[in-house]
């Protein structure tokens, strides 16, 4: 019989050290068992996250920000939402990293390098506002099923890459082409080698924009891991399933994609409003384009205090799709009564807008901030939830913060 091994002294301390905690009977503990604390992968360590993320499921990993983190007027990689509907690639072989351009439309199918792309190519940098279309989702009634992100799936980094465009002039596009698709190495949670997690797109007009970008660079360095690492398609202002994540083949399509996810309920609203609950028809279901006006307030969070007489400075983001935001207010009597924001231009097209606010409160006491965004089309923010739909997706609604003066 073999002697069981104890675990040393150096590998029980430095176990503790990352356990966080002295491990009492550590030394019964055998050489190679695993303590249960660090069994689970740690989320936060796993994907470089700030500890105040939350994350609402594991398998696969979907992890939100709180508006307060949101801070940023280019968000940092530790406050970036997780949305995947796979599992992430496990191999990564980016020496041998392809991404393939095919489909009905393309004059003939044509293959690069990673190193291709970057090579042949001009570069652009574009701040883009991803946001997921189910943002919200956790307050619809009748409750719709899915992650329930509250504020936090949406953030606006800065990414460089190619433009599609130029790779798709440089295939050779036909002219019955109305629609590109994405299909991406992330695996299926049944692990079957035949399904995709998702695999969505938009029409060519998209495709075509300047700021559509097939990016290899996140905020100045190679996209995290979790964000679609080493080549991602970024479609900024539409829903952020639009922008696939570890790209490996673009189809140029003469019909409407419809790859996984592109169907049925899957980000599609109904065309007409509809009660809340109601059944909708397919064919009265449409695509989601272009995402709705919103806005976030960043700071203070929510909560907070302050002394009577003091001003409070009130700032966050607006955006709102492929608009621009014309105006943002704020109200501190439940949208009795409005009054404006200072709202600065965008970056870039696409990217969102910084807003502030000095708060005057006439006295001590309770209060709400609700903050109000309208794009340059007229159309403003719903102060309640907007429209029903099956999936939950497009809550834009006023966005509000408490605040006690004291
Ligand atoms: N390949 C792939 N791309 C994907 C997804 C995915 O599961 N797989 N999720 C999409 C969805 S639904 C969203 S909201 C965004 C999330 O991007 P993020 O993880 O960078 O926040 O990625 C999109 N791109
Ligand atoms: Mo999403």
Redesign the pocket.
């Known amino acids: 019989m073999q002697r069981r091994k104890f675990i040393g002294r150096a590998a029980l301390a430095s176990l503790a050290g990352i356990i966080g905690a002295d491990i009492v009977y550590g030394s019964k503990m055998a050489e190679n068992y695993v303590p249960l604390a660090l069994q689970d992968p740690d989320p936060f360590k796993l994907f470089n996250k700030d500890k105040e993320m939350v994350v609402l499921n594991d398998k696969?990993w979907n992890m939100e920000a709180q508006a307060h983190l949101l801070d940023d007027k280019v968000t940092p990689n530790k406050y970036?939402?997780?949305?995947?509907?796979?599992l992430i690639p496990e191999a990564i072989d980016v020496k041998n990293w392809t991404l393939t351009i095919d489909g009905e439309s393309v004059k003939q199918k044509k293959t690069y390098t990673l190193e291709e792309l970057k090579s042949k190519f001009k570069h652009h940098t574009y701040q883009l506002t991803?946001?997921?279309?189910?943002n919200g989702r956790s307050e619809f009634d009748p409750p719709a099923k899915g992650n329930q992100w509250t504020v936090g799936?949406v953030?606006c980094a800065s990414w460089t890459g190619v433009r599609l465009r130029d790779v798709l002039e440089d295939v050779g596009i036909k002219d019955d082409a109305v629609y590109f698709g994405?299909h991406?190495?992330?695996i299926h949670l049944s692990r079957d080698p035949g399904k995709e997690?998702?695999s969505?797109g938009a029409p060519m007009a998209k495709a075509m924009q300047d700021e559509t970008l097939l990016a290899f660079k996140m905020n100045g360095e190679d996209i995290p891991l979790?964000?679609?690492y080493p080549l991602?398609v970024i479609a900024g202002g539409w829903?952020?399933?639009?922008?696939?994540?570890?790209?490996q083949r673009i189809s140029i399509r003469n019909i409407v994609h419809d790859g996984t996810?592109m169907t049925g309920t899957a980000?599609r609203v109904p065309c007409k409003p509809v009660a809340p609950g109601e059944k909708v028809a397919d064919e009265d279901m449409c695509i989601i384009e272009s995402m709705p006006v919103k806005s976030l307030i960043t700071y203070p969070k929510s909560g907070a205090t302050i002394p009577e007489g003091k001003k409070l400075t009130v700032r966050g983001h607006a955006w709102a799709g492929e608009l621009e935001v014309a105006k943002m207010e704020y109200s501190i009597d439940f949208g009795s009564t409005w009054k404006q924001c200072n709202l600065e231009k965008p970056a870039n097209r696409l990217a969102w807008q910084h807003f502030s606010a000095q708060v005057e409160f006439p006295q001590q006491g309770y209060y709400e901030v609700w903050a109000r965004a309208t794009d340059s089309n007229g159309f403003s923010q719903p102060m309640l939830l907007p429209g029903w739909n099956p999936k939950g997706y497009l809550n834009n609604a006023c966005h509000r913060i408490a605040v006690k003066v004291a």
């Open positions: 696969p970036i939402f997780v949305r995947n509907n796979g991803l946001e997921c279309g189910g799936a953030y994405y991406a190495a992330d997690p998702i969505r979790a964000h679609g991602r829903p952020a399933s639009v922008s696939g994540k570890w790209l996810k980000y």
